[in-house]
T-cell receptor, first 108, second 114 residues
Framework: GQNIDQPTEMTATEGAIVQINCTYQTSGFNGLFWYQQHAGEAPTFLSYNVLDGLEEKGRFSSFLSRSKGYSYLLLKELQMKDSASYLCAVKSTDKLIFGTGTRLQVFP | SAVISQKPSRDICQRGTSLTIQCQVD?????MFWYRQQPGQSLTLIATANQGSEATYESGFVIDKFPISRPNLTFSTLTVSNMSPEDSSIYLC???????????FGQGTRLTVV
């Protein structure tokens, strides 16, 4: 079966750093994605990892360990606009299977 | 990248009726998918829309309930049949081009069944 787990909710303070974890057990693996989704909007692509290690893109970084079935999304210098849901998704063959999603609230 | 338009953006429907949602992409794409997102939840894959052939459904979803068409490389429809209040959800169309790694999403169709 497919199992992709994330914490349901997280809170953080503006300017801080937050790490959102994702663990997965899937029947196939062709890469791991992170998406951001603001309430009432479509998910938007943040990052993609297919090899182990850290991918950095501005304030956002994503890490993958395939042997551990683990990824995290790191958000630095948090801003109020980062309050959103963050979705981890595993690419299995040609389709994306989404995790449970993490709702992040950033407070001033 | 690809821009995806969905119609309608929202609808309120009577139980027992059917609604067809349209998804139009502004460029030719290799893969198209339909997802459901219930309030406060993550995305659940309904099916892969295959061009010129029957869709590939995920476990728990069947063609009689969610018939899907994809007549060409830029357009797909999802029908929610014989609706009940449990079908109230957001339905999202997604697409991927041959060159892109990531999938793009439409704005979604918010369906309420009363």
């Amino acid at each position: 079966g497919q199992n992709i787990d994330q914490p349901t909710e997280m809170t953080a303070t503006e300017g801080a750093i937050v790490q959102i974890n994702c663990t997965y057990q899937t029947s196939g693996f062709n890469g791991l994605f992170w998406y951001q989704q603001h309430a009432g909007e479509a998910p938007t692509f943040l990052s993609y990892n297919v090899l182990d290690g850290l991918e950095e893109k501005g304030r956002f970084s994503s890490f993958l360990s395939r042997s551990k079935g683990y990824s995290y999304l790191l958000l630095k210098e948090l801003q109020m606009k980062d309050s959103a849901s963050y979705l981890c998704a595993v690419k299995s063959t040609d389709k994306l299977i989404f995790g449970t999603g993490t709702r992040l609230q950033v407070f001033p | 990248s690809a821009v995806i338009s969905q119609k309608p953006s929202r609808d309120i429907c009577q139980r027992g009726t059917s609604l067809t949602i349209q998804c139009q992409v502004d460029s030719q794409v290799t893969m198209m998918f339909w997802y459901r997102q219930q309030p406060g939840q993550s995305l659940t894959l309904i099916a892969t829309a295959n061009q010129g052939s029957e869709a590939t459904y995920e476990s728990g979803f069947v063609i009689d309930k969610f018939p899907i068409s994809r007549p060409n490389l830029t357009f797909s429809t999802l029908t929610v049949s014989n609706m009940s209040p449990e079908d109230s959800s957001i339905y999202l169309c997604s697409a991927r081009t041959g060159e892109s790694t990531e999938a793009f999403f439409g704005q979604g169709t918010r369906l309420t069944v009363v």
